[in-house]
């Protein structure tokens, strides 16, 4: 089953422009993490935000986190036509060596 | 540094024949592993997991078995496939539980 779930489900936008992804999840995490993925290839992970932190920063990406609210935020800013590709978020939980990954959200930045 | 080689890239197979899936790990020793399934246009599905050899965590009964015969390998199997065995299949590997993962490069199985 889906721990997350990301929303919007597809966003396109322009380049330059900033992108935001949320990401709700049910359970009490470890810590959650944010991936990318190029069609048709392997995922790759971006970022990496524990439960005790609320925000976390690595070059042009912001991640947010709100236990309270079982919820997380990925901002890019300043997107470029190479940010396009999905991203998925993943929570890691109590059984510490499972990870379970959100639907994803499907960015297109255009020129 | 550490690598993560899954073969093949893609796969054509008919319905009740056989399934062998293979991954390996270069650069590192008793890693974690993993084995999901992505179907089109849609999020990642566990299906098992690894913590050491011999030991291998079912997520989702179903068509496939997974096995662990070396630290650093991890094959995926069937010994009929379905048509809904179809998808991306994507293996990976962890330093420990909770770690980023490491993804391959994933394998598409197209089940005719």
């Known amino acids: 089953s889906q721990q997350g779930e990301e929303d919007p489900q597809a966003l396109s936008i322009q380049e330059g422009e900033n992108a935001t992804m949320n990401c709700s999840y049910k359970t009490s995490i470890n810590n959650l993490q944010w991936y990318r993925q190029n069609s048709g290839r392997g995922l790759v992970h971006l970022i990496l935000?524990?439960?005790?932190?609320r925000e976390k920063h690595s070059g042009r990406l912001r991640v947010t986190l709100d236990t309270s609210k079982k919820s997380s935020s990925l901002l890019i800013t300043a997107s470029r036509a190479a940010d396009t590709a999905s991203y998925f978020c993943a929570t890691n939980t109590g059984t510490a060596s499972k990870l379970t990954f959100g639907t994803g959200t499907r960015l297109q930045v255009t020129l | 540094s550490q690598t993560i080689h899954q073969w093949p890239a893609t796969l054509v197979q008919p319905v009740g024949s056989p399934l062998s899936l293979e991954c390996t790990v270069e650069?590192?020793?008793?890693?974690?592993l993993y084995w999901y399934r992505q179907a089109a246009g849609r999020g990642l599905q566990l299906l098992f997991y690894?913590?050491?050899?011999?030991?291998i965590s079912s997520e989702v009964p179903q068509n496939l078995s997974a096995s662990r015969p070396q630290d650093r390998q991890f094959i995926l199997s069937s010994k009929k496939l379905l048509l809904s065995d179809s998808g991306f299949y994507l293996c990976a590997w962890s330093p420990q539980g909770g770690s980023p993962l490491h993804f391959g490069n994933g394998t598409r199985l197209t089940v005719t």
């Open positions: 690894s913590v050491g050899i011999g030991q």
């Open positions: 935000i524990r439960s005790n932190e």
């Open positions: 650069g590192t020793s008793n890693p974690n």
